[in-house]
């Protein structure tokens, strides 16, 4: 079995900064490439940034030059630093990861339980 355990999310005023974390556990051979999504109430989940094993980052045109993606591939951790939060970042942030649980296996996408980021005005 695979968990993706996020932390971090809050509340927080216009302007100010967030650190979410995940962390992945449990049976892993190896990971891919890791993201942040988020969906905000009534729309579509939607890639936020993401980061392969490389460390080749990719950021939605709407969060570039505010967010910051990276990763700990000893921890099996992602982090997303989030600077200048506006109003509209309001949303639950979910974690993503493609894991292959062995050598013969495929890498599968695996989701956590989301953390809800709350930006007031």
């Known amino acids: 079995q695979v968990q993706l355990v996020e932390s971090g999310g809050g509340l927080v005023q216009t302007g100010g900064s967030l650190r979410l974390s995940c962390t992945a556990s449990?049976?892993?051979?190896?990971?891919?490439?890791m993201g942040w999504y988020r969906q905000a109430p009534g729309k579509q989940r939607e890639l936020v940034a993401s980061?392969?094993?490389?460390?080749?980052?990719n950021y939605a045109d709407s969060v570039e030059g505010r967010f910051a993606i990276s990763r700990d591939n000893a921890k099996n951790t992602v982090y997303l630093q989030m600077n200048s939060l506006k109003p509209e970042d309001t949303a639950i942030f979910y974690c993503?990861?493609?894991?292959?649980?062995?050598?013969?296996?495929?890498?599968?996408?695996?989701w956590g339980q989301g953390t809800q980021v709350t930006v007031s005005s």
């Open positions: 993503n990861a493609a894991i292959s649980v062995s050598f013969m296996s495929d890498y599968a996408d695996y």
């Open positions: 449990g049976s892993i051979f190896s990971i891919k490439t």
């Open positions: 980061i392969t094993r490389g460390r080749i980052t």
